[in-house]
């Protein structure tokens, strides 16, 4: 089983900007989909985007081009998610999963999970 280990919540003012960390030590991102989720308080938890080593980025949320992005970087076994401008509808715990590219970015809830993390934007 895959360990996920988070890192980069925080609280930041609105239009700033803040990096997330998804690592998954041990683990070669050779054949895998990553996705980030989050979930604000009261309500369901929603797909952000997703990463997919066959099908390269996939936004679940369209209105969040050109503020979120993602990157991985293979040698520190490690996703980032970067958001910018954010906003303090923004405010959530974030959450990312992982499971193998051949279940796509549609398999990712199905797969491995992070404990999540904090991400408050004040207004």
């Known amino acids: 089983e895959v360990q996920l280990v988070q890192s980069g919540g925080g609280l930041v003012q609105a239009g700033g900007s803040l990096r997330l960390s998804c690592a998954a030590p041990g683990f070669t991102f050779d054949d895998y989909a990553l996705g980030w989720f989050r979930q604000a308080p009261g309500k369901e938890r929603e797909g952000v985007l997703c990463?997919?080593?066959?099908?390269?980025?996939?936004y679940y949320t369209d209105s969040l081009k050109g503020r979120f992005t993602i990157t991985s970087d293979n040698a520190k076994n490690t996703v980032y998610l970067q958001m910018n401008s954010l906003k303090p509808e923004d405010t959530a715990v974030y959450y990312c999963?992982?499971?193998?590219?051949?279940?796509?970015?549609?398999?990712?809830?199905?797969?491995?999970w992070g404990r999540g993390t904090q991400v408050t934007v004040s207004s």
């Open positions: 990463i997919s080593s066959s099908d390269g980025i996939t």
């Open positions: 999963a992982l499971t193998r590219s051949e279940y796509g970015c549609n398999g990712v809830p199905e797969g491995s």
